[in-house]
């Protein structure tokens, strides 16, 4: 079972950057699809991006496209997303998450395996 841990997020001004990162424990990390979601106070949670198991395919959503990049480590367990340009809407929690598909899915039923999140605050 993969275990997952995010760290990386705070507080920051718009305009700024933060990377996020997501330290996964087991050994069949390299068999999950891996993506972040967010979800903001009173709003769902939605689809930030994802990456595949081999890290070749990714997929973002329109918000974030062009100024957040998601990759896998590596080396280690470990998935990252760069997030440049931060505005305020960005604000949220942002969660890591797994699922067993192969590709990138915007599923979020598709995604078993969840981070406890790390705060992301982008002021104005």
């Known amino acids: 079972q993969v275990q997952l841990v995010e760290s990386g997020g705070g507080l920051v001004q718009a305009g700024d950057s933060l990377r996020l990162s997501c330290a996964a424990s087991?050994?069949?990390?390299?068999?999950?699809?891996m993506a972040w979601f967010r979800q903001a106070p009173g709003k769902e949670r939605e689809f930030v991006a994802g990456?595949?198991?081999?890290?070749?395919?990714?997929r973002y959503a329109e918000s974030v496209k062009d100024r957040f990049t998601i990759s896998r480590g590596s080396a280690k367990n470990t998935v990252y997303l760069q997030m440049n340009s931060l505005k305020p809407e960005d604000t949220a929690v942002y969660h890591c998450?797994?699922?067993?598909?192969?590709?990138?899915?915007?599923?979020?039923?598709?995604?078993?395996?969840w981070g406890q999140g790390t705060q992301v605050t982008v002021s104005s």
């Open positions: 998450a797994a699922s067993r598909n192969t590709l990138p899915t915007t599923n979020i039923d598709a995604y078993p395996l």
């Open positions: 087991g050994r069949t990390f390299n068999t999950y699809g």
């Open positions: 990456v595949s198991t081999s890290g070749g395919s990714t």
